[in-house]
């Protein structure tokens, strides 16, 4: 059965850093492109960064930019989010998914999505 499973996550000072990962099983990191999300309370879910590593791309998003690393291990079948220099503006449920090959900025395109996990950013 194909499940996506995240881990990581917590309750960081403003600054500090965080890295996420997102473990594939049932299926190869190969074949998918994996995104991550996040959603804010009371906002809309919004894409954060994306890896395919059949193109061997990432593609970030201005709010990754800078701050943020999307990486994949094929061997560990594995995707990381590392986050840095975290904000409180950052603090939201994250979401990693999966969509068969390529990155979409559509989140629609996304079949399988991982369970959540969150990241809350404080003093």
């Known amino acids: 059965q194909a499940q996506l499973a995240q881990s990581g996550g917590g309750l960081v000072q403003p600054g500090e850093s965080l890295k996420l990962s997102c473990s594939l099983s049932?299926?190869?990191?190969?074949?998918?492109?994996i995104a991550w999300f996040r959603q804010a309370p009371g906002k809309e879910r919004e894409r954060v960064s994306c890896?395919?590593?059949?193109?061997?791309?990432?593609f970030d998003t201005d709010i990754a930019k800078g701050r943020f690393t999307i990486s994949g291990d094929n061997a560990r079948n594995t995707v990381y989010l590392q986050m840095n220099n975290l904000d409180p503006e950052d603090t939201a449920v994250y979401y990693c998914?999966?969509?068969?090959?390529?990155?979409?900025?559509?989140?629609?395109?996304?079949?399988?999505w991982g369970q959540g996990t969150q990241v809350t950013i404080a003093a």
């Open positions: 890896i395919s590593m059949k193109e061997g791309k990432t």
């Open positions: 049932g299926f190869t990191l190969f074949d998918y492109a």
């Open positions: 998914a999966a969509s068969p090959g390529y990155c979409h900025y559509n989140e629609g395109a996304y079949e399988l």
